[in-house]
């Protein structure tokens, strides 16, 4: 059965930043897309970035488009969101989730993925 534990989250300041940290375990890390979402407080999951088994980054939402970079440590079974220049409308529970046979072009959709982790909480202050 396949794992995923997000990681990084916290309180920060308007400006700051962060590395979020998805680990997959119970499969073979490279046979995976993996995703990421965010679901802030009274309003619906959004996209954030994705990541196919071959290792391309597919996109960014609109939201988060030159403040954020998805990379891979193959070895560390391991998927990082970098976020920077964090603001209060960044306040979200943040997911990652994988799935071994979503088609690329389908990685923005949530309905894609099988395995969800439970999510990692990032909170920014004014």
């Known amino acids: 059965q396949v794992h995923l534990v997000e990681s990084g989250g916290g309180l920060v300041q308007a400006g700051e930043s962060l590395r979020l940290s998805c680990r997959l375990s119970?499969?073979?890390?490279?046979?995976?897309?993996v995703g990421w979402f965010r679901r802030p407080p009274g309003k619906d999951s959004e996209f954030v970035s994705a990541?196919?088994?071959?290792?391309?980054?597919?996109d960014y939402g609109d939201s988060v488009k030159g403040r954020s970079t998805l990379s891979r440590d193959v070895p560390k079974n391991t998927v990082y969101l970098q976020m920077n220049n964090l603001t209060p409308e960044d306040t979200a529970v943040y997911y990652c989730?994988?799935?071994?046979?979503?088609?690329?072009?389908?990685?923005?959709?949530?309905?894609?993925?099988?395995?969800w982790g439970q999510g990692t909480q990032v909170t920014v202050s004014s």
């Open positions: 989730a994988a799935d071994e046979f979503a088609h690329p072009v389908k990685l923005r959709l949530e309905s894609s993925y099988d395995y």
């Open positions: 119970g499969g073979t890390f490279s046979s995976y897309s």
């Open positions: 990541v196919t088994s071959s290792g391309l980054v597919i």
